[in-house]
């Protein structure tokens, strides 16, 4: 039927946009941009971009060469589920890295392949957010600073998002013994980045057993993104299913989140799972069969070869752990010790993030990313990220020196 002018002038109304997207801002790095658009950097200066963790390191040629010999399969629909290899090598390697026990992780209840995390995050709080909890508004925890996806996860299910203050008086952690029981029976879902985004810090044993023993007093689903996990200076970071296991290897109220985005530089892959509770996996399933992206085949096939092999991963480890070390050595006189628990990131007090950032682009032609727009104003009004900048060491050696020269040069001048 034709649509006509009345017609089409109904169909443009506001009613056609969730209001609830009025209440999300820009995403990062479109804030960024409006930051510095007015400025040129210098000229003759390379410009260096260390406001994206998106890693440069060479991607494992075993990726490659897995797609290739699948390529075959990219004119066939994949399944939801995954593929049993994939399932089982993911499942394999978590019981490979955090020493759990035979049979904790079940791979056709337990799991689930994901394209990448960010989807995921984001999906789970539509799965898990009902329409009031303990007779209110449902909660969704999170620390603050925080990834921002948590943030549109818990606006666009309708919950109140929760900012729970992640500063370096709480260890760069939620403090967990600040929730109270009122706001705890209201929660749903309680977001966890361990090692830490931005920070770095990561959770230990008896911090993750707390949070698994309060999400079950008071049912709430705690979902722990680990994808850092596997990009450490020195002590491997502890994993939330470690805790599990010690708590008798129960997994309800839980999911963890792991991705080959850092762990192997397979950003574009978009290639991650999901395990834990496996009632939460079968509604989520379902959800999915929905409203996600499926993997193919072929992607499917690299990302098993990826999860089954460790080597290529240390590799990337000691880049990462050689850059660190030149860090710490070059800005230690200025920040104190700047290497984190986990992840590629540097989280560095300067007073005021926005100013230095515009700063660093003008001067130094490096761009990196202001705290402030990875935190929120808390109780206090405060946005706990507004005195920082995070720049990501992503990069290969030579331009992470370049940078760290530029860096400390611009610092040099206050």
């Not at 770095?200 to 044993?205: E, I, S, V």
């Not at 992607?299 to 240390?314: E, F, G, K, Y």
């Not at 984190?340 to 003008?362: C, H, I, K, S, Y």
Request: net charge neutral; hydrophobic share 45%; aromatic share 8%.
């Amino acid at each position: 039927m034709e649509v006509g002018p009345r017609m089409r002038s109904g169909l443009v109304g506001k009613g056609m946009i969730n209001p609830r997207l009025d209440l999300l801002t820009d995403f990062t790095f479109q804030r960024l941009a409006r930051l510095l658009e007015p400025i040129a950097p210098p000229a003759g200066e390379r410009p260096i971009d260390l406001s994206i963790g998106s890693p440069q390191h060479p991607v494992p040629a075993l990726l490659t060469e897995t797609l290739t010999a699948h390529a075959e399969a990219w004119n066939r629909y994949p399944p939801a589920a995954g593929t049993p290899a994939f399932r089982q090598a993911a499942a394999g390697w978590l019981g490979r890295r955090f020493d759990l026990p035979a049979g904790l992780i079940d791979p056709d209840r337990h799991l689930l392949p994901v394209a990448g995390t960010k989807e995921a995050l984001f999906l789970i709080a539509l799965v898990a957010v009902p329409e009031a909890k303990d007779g209110r508004r449902p909660a969704v925890l999170m620390p603050n600073p925080f990834y921002n996806v948590y943030l549109g996860a818990a606006v666009m299910a309708g919950a109140e998002p929760v900012l729970l203050p992640a500063t370096a008086a709480t260890g760069h952690l939620p403090d967990l013994a600040a929730l109270t029981p009122a706001l705890l029976r209201r929660s749903a879902v309680f977001y966890l980045c361990s090692p830490a985004n931005p920070q770095g810090a990561a959770a230990d044993l008896g911090y993750f057993r707390r949070a698994l023993e309060l999400a079950r007093a008071y049912d709430v689903l705690l979902v722990v993104d680990e994808c850092y996990s596997e990009i450490y200076p020195s002590e491997p970071p502890a994993g939330v299913l470690q805790a599990a296991a010690m708590a008798g290897g129960d997994l309800a109220n839980l999911l963890v989140f792991h991705s080959l985005s850092k762990r192997s530089s397979a950003a574009g892959l978009r290639s991650g799972f999901v395990a834990g509770d496996p009632r939460l996996i079968g509604a989520f399933a379902r959800l999915r069969g929905y409203a996600a992206a499926v993997q193919p085949l072929p992607v499917l096939a690299a990302a098993t070869a990826l999860w089954q092999d460790d080597a290529h991963v240390a590799v990337n480890r000691d880049l990462y752990t050689e850059k660190f070390r030149l860090a710490n050595a070059r800005l230690l006189p200025y920040f104190g010790p700047v290497c984190p628990d986990g992840g590629f990131f540097l989280w560095l007090d300067v007073g005021d993030g926005e100013a230095t950032a515009r700063r660093l682009w003008q001067e130094a032609g490096l761009k990196v990313l202001p705290g402030v727009y990875l935190g929120r104003p808390g109780a206090d009004g405060e946005n706990p990220g507004e005195r920082y900048i995070r720049l990501a060491l992503v990069h290969d050696l030579a331009t992470t020196v370049d940078a760290l020269d530029r860096l400390v040069a611009a610092i040099s001048r206050r």
